[in-house]
């Protein structure tokens, strides 16, 4: 409450949005302090940093139990799917053979891998399961039957580019947020109001070859910085063209995971290589002022406010 000229006490006038110039992050490390949690692998019981080509369900059986802090799934299809179809607008030359999708039951397969993760993650883990709307209803029940529990369903919003005529264009993908244990599991918000639609857009560099279906690494970072600290182990039974691997090195975490598909093992080995360690990594002072330059963006009067009232905040603390 304030007073007016009066004298008499008035409501302090609401402004939206001002809390998210405020945010910090509840934890949040510097350089030298992640660096050392990456260096200390003394409770790690795995052989990390090292992507096995294989099948997951048979080789996840060697991983040992309770033993991962994160895991990042983005499992096939299941449909008819290679990545060179015309109606992908891709070169096909440049799309990598041998995409393997499930011809067996889906949902025993997603049974069988998901189990497996379950095991393997630790009390406080928590996976993000990517999938599309056709085998949606297999993923929630594996995740059910595996004691995973649903946090959020969170969408990604993203442009298949695919036309059609009649019915409405594809344009998301579901990521199902499971926890081990719903009531004690990692979280560590790095935005004041995380929203459930996740807007990272897909990016290829002309000539780039590319596995058929690639995930944006920004997206994979954004899991990795909410759900995960410096040093920890960041599984993907399903790792494609190393997305998970090459963001998890690029933010100070380990990697562990597999991929079927032996085609893509040197394009893969290439780009894990292509990254130094902690590379993406950014103190705590340029998260703050990164932080408040995105809510200059979204809250442009929030903003006008602040800044008449003098109060730039995170960009100077």
């Known amino acids: 409450m304030v007073k007016n000229v009066k004298g008499e006490k008035s409501r302090r006038k609401y402004i939206p949005n001002i809390a998210n110039f405020k945010f910090k992050p ?13 260096e200390n692998l003394t409770d790690s019981p795995n052989n990390v940093d090292q992507i096995f080509f294989e099948d997951c369900k048979a080789g996840m059986e060697k991983i040992t139990d309770r033993s991962v802090d994160l895991v990042i799934a983005d499992p096939p299809f299941g449909i008819d799917f290679s990545g060179k179809e015309n109606s992908y607008n891709r070169k096909q030359d440049l799309v990598i053979d041998s995409y393997r999708e499930i011809k067996s039951d889906y949902g025993q397969f997603t049974e069988d891998w998901m189990g497996q993760i379950q095991r393997i993650m630790k009390p406080q883990a928590t996976a993000y399961v990517f999938s599309g709307w056709n085998h949606l209803e297999d993923v929630l029940r594996a995740a059910r039957l595996a004691k995973l529990t649903t946090i959020n ?29 719903k009531n004690d599991y990692y979280f560590n918000k790095m935005e004041h109001y995380p929203l459930d639609i996740l807007d990272f857009k897909r990016k290829y560099k002309k000539g780039e070859v590319k596995n058929a279906t690639t995930l944006p690494i920004e997206l994979i970072q954004h899991c990795i910085e909410f759900s995960s600290k410096p040093g920890d182990t960041v599984f993907d039974p399903f790792m494609g063209m190393a997305t998970t691997a090459v963001a998890a090195k690029s933010l100070w975490r380990h990697y562990l995971g597999f991929e079927y598909n032996t085609n893509l093992k040197r394009v893969v080995e290439k780009r894990v290589e292509a990254v130094s360690v902690g590379q993406d990594y950014i103190s705590k002072e340029e998260k703050l002022r990164q932080i408040y330059s995105i809510a200059k963006d979204k809250y442009p009067s929030a903003y006008e406010y602040l800044k008449k009232a003098g109060g730039e905040i995170n960009a100077k603390s």
Do not use: D
């Open 153 to 181: 369903h969170l969408i990604w919003k993203y442009q298949f580019g695919v036309f059609t005529k009649n019915k409405y264009v594809t344009s998301h993908y579901h990521v199902l947020f499971l926890a081990k244990n």
């Open 26 to 38: 509840k934890e949040y490390w510097s350089l030298t302090e992640a660096k050392a949690r990456y």
